[in-house]
């Protein structure tokens, strides 16, 4: 995050001695990015926080992916992925990876259990909530989150996933960074605060409000967290044990914390011309960005096109999650909540050629989706194949595939003499 908060009990300098009020003795940590050198937070410890018991293979689940090959977009509908909508599943353990290359991983998981404490070694996650509610607890304290929320979580920080019973199934969005995720510079003075003119600024980010400390009956006993960490090929993963509940911070202070806003508090910007998909970024990674597309006011002059004109991304591939109902630009597509559209680079895509036409009578746009740019190309992930919808490929010509048989012979007036649907 870019700006600074403190919780509990802290002394009075960096680096002494420090007994809390009670005259339990601390121990202080460091968790800071590029080694010493850029942001960090120093936290307080009643326990030994390198007090290891135990270490064993975890074994994350299926990881493989495949090159997108021969070039076409892709659709998956996640919720297929999860028929019986989460029950007994966790946020950390049940997730399954849908699209990824060495810089980001997209998975999804729905969930009604609370998760093991987890801690990813590789980078840092932005998980979207599409519904539900969850409290999310680290040793930097609880955050409340809800749906719409982009959920930060730091590198290494210990967590865990508490889904609220009441709210229904926990549908969680994970994007797993090899690096950090940062807000974006464009939006930010020289020494970090938001700017006027930006569309999210500091008081739409909620941190952890109170420290979090293990129930006493869990403080010491040995305790399991769940790591991803890297290997040579990507993604490996072990469960370590310390000898007591990692909650054991009584204060700490910094810039580095997990954090969460909500896409209805972006202010989006709209014109008399339709924006570029750039003005709705929230958050930049190394080799990828995140938008947030909300609801917004159309544009206002009166031959304008009002869904994003055909595009190529020349430099990235494109992938939509679309969750709160209207998706107005791929109507007809088959496209629905849950959808992640694959729109990869070399290939252009845009609307359908009436919802093109048609846009320009419209005054208001209810459309919401979360978007991650890569500038890798995605591989797909085998564990998401089950849930592709075939048909996505040819809905904007409305037939094909080509038969093998076209595709070798075929003279240009029998491909316009149509191909099967
Ligand atoms: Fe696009």
Redesign the pocket.
């Known amino acids: 995050m870019t700006y600074y908060r403190a919780l509990g009990e802290l002394p009075s300098k960096r680096h002494i001695l420090f007994s809390t009020a009670d005259g339990r003795q601390t121990y202080e940590e460091f968790i800071g990015e590029e080694g010493f050198s850029s942001t960090g937070s120093l936290l307080y410890h009643t326990g030994i926080p390198a007090s290891l018991v135990d270490s064993r293979p975890w074994d994350i689940g299926v990881l493989g992916t495949s090159v997108n090959r021969p070039l076409l977009p892709h659709h998956y509908r996640l919720h297929e992925l999860f028929p019986e909508h989460g029950a007994g599943k966790d946020a950390v353990r049940d997730r399954r990876l849908v699209l990824g290359n060495a810089d980001v991983r997209i998975a999804y998981v729905v969930c009604d259990t609370p998760s093991p404490l987890y801690s990813n070694a590789i980078g840092d996650e932005v998980v979207f909530i599409e519904s539900g509610s969850a409290t999310l607890e680290s040793v930097f304290g609880a955050v409340q989150v809800r749906q719409g929320d982009n959920v930060v979580i730091p590198r290494v920080t210990i967590h865990r996933w508490v889904p609220n019973q009441d709210d229904g199934p926990l549908r969680l969005y994970c994007v797993e960074g090899s690096g950090h995720v940062t807000p974006p510079a464009k939006y930010r003075s020289k020494f970090g605060q938001y700017l006027e003119g930006s569309p999210l600024t500091e008081r739409d980010f909620r941190g952890p409000e109170e420290i979090l400390l293990a129930a006493p009956d869990e403080a010491d006993r040995d305790t399991e967290v769940y790591v991803k960490h890297r290997s040579s090929d990507g993604v490996t993963g072990s469960v370590v044990t310390y000898d007591h509940h990692p909650f054991d911070v009584v204060g700490w202070d910094g810039q580095l914390y997990p954090y969460a806003f909500n896409y209805r508090d972006f202010a989006p910007v709209t014109g008399q011309i339709i924006q570029p ?1 750039p003005t709705y970024q929230v958050l930049e990674g190394q080799g990828y960005v995140i938008c947030n597309f909300v609801p917004r006011l159309l544009e206002t002059h009166p031959l304008a096109v009002k869904v ?1 004109y055909f ?1 190529s ?1 020349v430099d990235s591939d ?1 992938v ?1 999650f679309y969750f709160a109902g209207e998706t107005a ?1 791929r109507e007809g597509s088959g496209i629905r909540d849950g959808s992640v559209s694959l ?1 990869p680079a070399g290939y252009t ?2 609307p359908g050629a009436k919802v093109y036409v048609d846009s320009v009578k419209h005054t208001e746009s209810k459309e919401t989706a979360f ?1 991650v740019d890569t500038f890798r190309p995605l591989e797909l992930a085998a564990d998401a194949a089950g849930s592709e919808d075939p048909k996505y490929p040819w809905t904007w010509a409305g037939r094909g595939p080509l038969t093998p048989q076209q595709t070798t012979q075929q003279a240009p007036q029998q491909a316009a003499a149509g191909a099967p649907a």
Do not use: D, L, T
């Open positions: 998909p994003p595009h991304n494109e939509m630009a729109h895509h845009g978007m």
